[in-house]
């Protein structure tokens, strides 16, 4: 499976865009009974970019900024933390610390610090930051959840639909080397969705977000495609049509350009507009997400440029 993407984050950030109370239930549900969800909540992505920004501190696309009421009446942010990292880092919670700290110098509010560990380590659960040095005591101690410690049964058997998000994850991490394995745990997934009593518009959603995380080589998603097809005939449930399938397939790459775009315009400010309209002609999502990860490192946007216009190039060739 070392073809298929492994691009964790842009899945993750739809997911608890659309699904963020069901991913406070899920995941921490203690933390979730105490916010008044009455009173909405708001996203602060452009303010948590810009935070890490003029800190100089990476952020990955899953990372969210939230501004939620507490039950008492009292107003807090809430910054929620998605590692999808698959392997250590020694610096994850010096990051976590620093974020915190930035937030409350910005924003002089209480900030509570959530971290789910997405990695494939049963043994790395960094849950504090902390120093010492001459009678002076540093310490921020923050929850966490290891997406690992989540069993089949539980994942299963939950109807949250964060819950299907989980298991997808996990599949996907499961099955890189076996692409049998992978098809079969995929259509088990989505075929959750509908025996779960999921309405119309949440299983379009999740089953784009299924499709997101467990990509399958094109004849293998054409199997699956087909075997889902024939399972909603056989149940009488026709809630998502071929021609709506492929409506959400250009959405994901709509989606994937304008991430790209942001990337490009929070790194440069600055994108040409010849380079934005390249950007949207693109319409293979690998590479959109190929490009997404060299527009984070790239030293500057001519030398983007050089390399959109060698994929375009090479794309060309191969077809």
């Known amino acids: 499976m070392t073809n298929q993407r492994a691009d964790y984050d842009n899945p993750w950030k739809e997911a608890i865009s659309l699904y963020?109370?069901?991913?406070?239930?899920?995941l921490f549900p203690e933390i979730e009974e105490n916010i008044d969800?009455?009173?909405?909540?708001?996203?602060l992505d452009k303010e948590f970019q810009q935070i890490a920004r003029d800190g100089e501190i990476s952020t990955r696309e899953a990372d969210?900024?939230?501004?939620?009421?507490r039950r008492d009446g009292q107003e807090t942010w809430v910054l929620i933390h998605v590692e999808v990292q698959s392997q250590y880092e020694s610096v994850f919670a010096e990051r976590i610390y620093v974020y915190n700290y930035r937030i409350f110098d910005k924003y002089r509010r209480q900030v509570v610090s959530l971290a789910v560990l997405a990695d494939e380590s049963r043994s790395w659960r960094p849950n504090e930051y902390s120093y010492t040095i001459w009678g002076c005591e540093v310490l921020l101690r923050f929850p966490i959840v290891k997406l690992l410690d989540y069993s089949s049964q539980v994942l299963e058997e939950s109807n949250n639909p964060f819950a299907v998000i989980v298991a997808a994850h996990l599949?996907?991490?499961?099955?890189?080397?076996?692409?049998?394995?992978?098809?079969q745990i995929k259509l088990r997934v989505a075929k959750r969705l509908y025996q779960r009593g999921y309405g119309r518009q949440d299983i379009l959603e999740l089953f784009r977000l299924i499709d997101w995380l467990i990509s399958l080589p094109d004849n293998w998603q054409t199997g699956f495609t087909e075997e889902i097809r024939r399972y909603e005939q056989e149940s009488s449930m026709r809630y998502v049509t071929s021609f709506e399938r492929l409506a959400r397939q250009e959405g994901v790459i709509q989606k994937g350009r304008e991430s790209l775009l942001e990337v490009l315009r929070v790194r440069f400010e600055d994108v040409p507009r010849e380079l934005v309209e390249t950007?949207?002609?693109?319409?293979?999502?690998?590479?959109?997400?190929?490009l997404h990860r060299q527009a984070i490192t790239i030293?500057?946007?001519?030398e983007f440029m050089v390399v959109v216009n060698q994929q375009l190039a090479s794309g060309e060739q191969s077809s």
């Open 37 to 43: 969800w009455d009173k909405g909540y708001e996203f």
């Open 299 to 302: 030293a500057s946007v001519e």
């Open 64 to 69: 969210k900024l939230v501004k939620v009421w």
């Open 171 to 183: 599949a996907n991490q499961q099955t890189k080397q076996d692409v049998e394995q992978r098809y």
């Open 20 to 26: 963020f109370q069901p991913f406070m239930a899920f």
């Open 279 to 290: 950007i949207n002609q693109i319409k293979d999502d690998s590479m959109l997400t190929m």
